[in-house]
């Protein structure tokens, strides 16, 4: 069954109260990082498995989101609170006419389970056009996780043009590149101030490189 948890906060004890107001009644605020996260041993421990790496980066995104509910703060029935897992929503790329529609695929801790997941919505959707790939609308707990490998960008910075029921974070990959005999990956993390601070963003990229860099913890 599909993770839909949702826990209710109670902003009475919740130690940004005061942050969450100012930076969404007062001041409000968003911000992007860019950085360049070293792939290289995920890289090459997927190939040897003859696996894709986008749903690997796909899976190291959404579990390490998994990890810190800062990214998974929402609005349900006008209560503020935060889902328990959040399921990655990407584009399929289509290269007959250079679209790309919507897929999202079900989170699972377990590595191997999500690479199914994911394998099953390519074979069953990734080639349907249209803004929707997949017939099921994503989930209300499903957050934004993109790739770009046509570009080596050093900043991305996505622009919000409605208002937000959710502060959950954006990803961005962007084209892989040789540093010093590395592979390396950019990488935009764009988040909202009102949940998330600095501090947040730097445990979920030190995080994120921590599994990128040793894949047997969570591959094998």
Request: net charge positive; proline share 6%.
């Amino acid at each position: 069954m599909l993770n839909t948890k949702f826990n209710k906060i109670n902003l009475n004890e919740w130690n940004r109260s005061q942050y969450f107001y100012y930076f969404t009644k007062m001041l409000p605020t968003g911000y992007s990082i860019t950085v360049n996260i070293d792939i290289t041993n995920t890289y090459n421990m997927i190939k040897q498995d003859n696996k894709k790496f986008f749903p690997a980066y796909l899976y190291i995104s959404s579990r390490v989101i998994s990890e810190y509910k800062e990214f998974r703060i929402a609005y349900l029935d006008n209560k503020l609170g935060y889902y328990e897992v959040l399921h990655p929503s990407y584009s399929a790329f289509h290269k007959d006419d250079g679209t790309i529609s919507t897929i999202w695929t079900e989170y699972n801790p377990n590595f191997e389970i999500f690479y199914s997941n994911y394998m099953d919505d390519q074979n069953k959707y990734a080639n349907n056009h249209g803004i929707m790939a997949k017939p099921e609308m994503p989930p209300k707990n499903s957050c934004i996780i993109g790739m770009l490998p046509w570009i080596k960008f050093s900043s991305y910075t996505p622009v919000p043009y409605s208002p937000i029921n959710s502060f959950f974070p954006v990803l961005q990959a962007g084209k892989f590149f040789e540093k010093d005999g590395r592979k390396m990956m950019p990488l935009s993390i764009t988040v909202h101030h009102a949940v998330a601070d600095g501090y947040h963003v730097g445990m979920f990229l030190e995080r994120f490189q921590d599994y990128t860099s040793y894949p047997e913890k969570w591959m094998k």
